[in-house]
């Protein structure tokens, strides 16, 4: 509706700058916003006061200027001049009772849109080295990264899922020690024990693994094990393939999948790290000091400049993002957008200036990152700290088997990412109106049941053109409608904005709406007409819940 108003605006000025009403002829960026204030309307904009200088009249003379036409639309009871020359427009119920049709028209592309209009975006997300399970920074991660792929791709973009991780360096080899010391019956508290080396039960599960000479299969790993205890490189393929698979079967179980899985060794292995290094040192972005090569990130808004390969000869860690990086631009992504943990900030505008260093056409600000902050675990008001099996940290995993997938993904996506996030399992446990995703999936399955319970008295779901919308007029009914016809730019701003958490507030406002109109109102009543439009209304709700949760890789369940 607000578009609608936005487009009848506009074409009220269009016909105002031809014949003459207004002769600026310069036509403003139209703002529609909605009042704070219910009584000020359901839309105002501010367009007169935009107008004004240009007109060189007052903007409560422009906006009179405007009047006749604007009043004359079918859409309003009333348009009126607020304040300094606001235009407050306060449409008629059957205009918002309309509303309904395109939405069971759309059914479940309602809320969908075209924006992306294609274009090519790729989402880096959780991208966990395979160094022992997923753990709860992990879980937030994959349940942001995963949610903002399903809103550009509800907004029409084109989304790459993309997993990228180290195979090599030095956490992998101490990942390969453990493993090694395990198979030769070394344990953590013997003194034997490589120094940083993983103490999990997991390791253990893998030494086994790797002795029983297993064969393991992940999405991008296929291993078979060597079974000799001092074949260091042997156990370390197998140990990464191993929590490969680990990791693929927590996702899986989390419904999170992806479409590219890269290697930071193969950046190396294919010379693309050198490349880069090369090309910066080509275009005069570099400098030899201390034995070490240094990059003048200061030049693109950094705050001093980095080393890039030191003076033992290896590369500091930001060189193969930088390659990385260049070769997502290289494929066509006219948008990036990293999802990571907050402790990734500081390479931000290291990465940036690389890539602008590159002279490439990579515009600045590309990628884009989103952020998450720590998730804090708490049973019976207790900070829960480890697993079993990790040893040191709560796994993803164990969220999931304990709470569930939906109320897993749920919390984890139902705060605004650079916040931090206390998920409190005794709540996400809770089969009661307290706990936040069982509040809106219960909304669904009671409208499932009243479907029922109205089958069982003859009424089936009912076809729009035989409902008399004008039945729809109590304060809830109205306070729906409004509701239902936000969804579409709730979605649209939440992909705009990368904010999975405005979709769980749009939810919690709407399954409230409807448990407000239920506890008010009877939906089947000796009235037919007025249990037929009830049910419609309830079939229109029923869809934006399920769109919604779908939208957040959760189920829309019929019975609870």
Known sequence: MRNVVRELVGKVLEECMADG???SGQLPAIVIETPAHAEHGDFATNVAMQLAKGERKAPRAVAEALMPRLAAADLFVRVEIAGPGFINFHLKDDAWRR?????????SDYGKSQSGAGKKAQ?????ANPTGPLHIGHGRGAAIGDTICRLLAATGWDVTR???????????????LSVQARCLGIEPDDPRWPTDGYQGDYIRDVARSYLARETVDADDQHVTADGDPQELDAIRRFAVACLRREQDQDL???DVHFDVYSLESELYSTGKVEGVVQRLIAKGHTYEQDGALWLRTTDFGDDKDRVMRKADGGYTYFVP????????????????????GADHHSTITRVRAGLQALDAGIPQGWPEYVLHQMVTVMRGGEEVKISKRAG??????????????????????????????????DLAKQQTLDNPVYYVQYAHARICSIFENAAEKG???????????????????????????????????????????????????????FHTFYNKNRVITEDSELTIARLFLLHCIRQTLRNALTILGISAPEKM
């Open 99 to 107: 509303t309904l049709l395109p939405l069971d028209a759309a059914g």
């Open 123 to 127: 989402v880096e997300f959780v991208s």
């Open 459 to 513: 009424y089936a779901l009912p076809e729009a053109e035989k409902v008399d919308l004008s039945r729809l007029s109590t304060s809830e009914e109205m306070a729906i409608l409004k509701l239902l016809d936000q969804f579409p730019e709730t979605v649209e701003g939440s992909a705009q904005n990368f904010e999975p958490h405005r979709i769980t507030y749009y939810l919690q406002e709407l399954a409230g709406q």
């Open 392 to 425: 040191s940290y709560v796994t993803l995993r164990d969220l999931i088997d304990e709470v569930g997938r939906d109320a897993t993904r749920y919390f984890f996506v139902m705060r605004k990412p650079d916040s931090q996030l206390v998920f409190d399992i």
């Open 162 to 176: 993309e997993f990228y991780y180290n195979d090599a360096g030095q956490q992998i080899s101490n990942l390969a």
């Open 321 to 340: 993002d930088v390659a990385y990086h260049l070769g997502k631009w290289e494929r066509g992504f006219s948008r990036v957008i990293n999802e990571q």
């Open 252 to 254: 899986t179980a989390f």
């Open 21 to 23: 009403t207004l002769q």
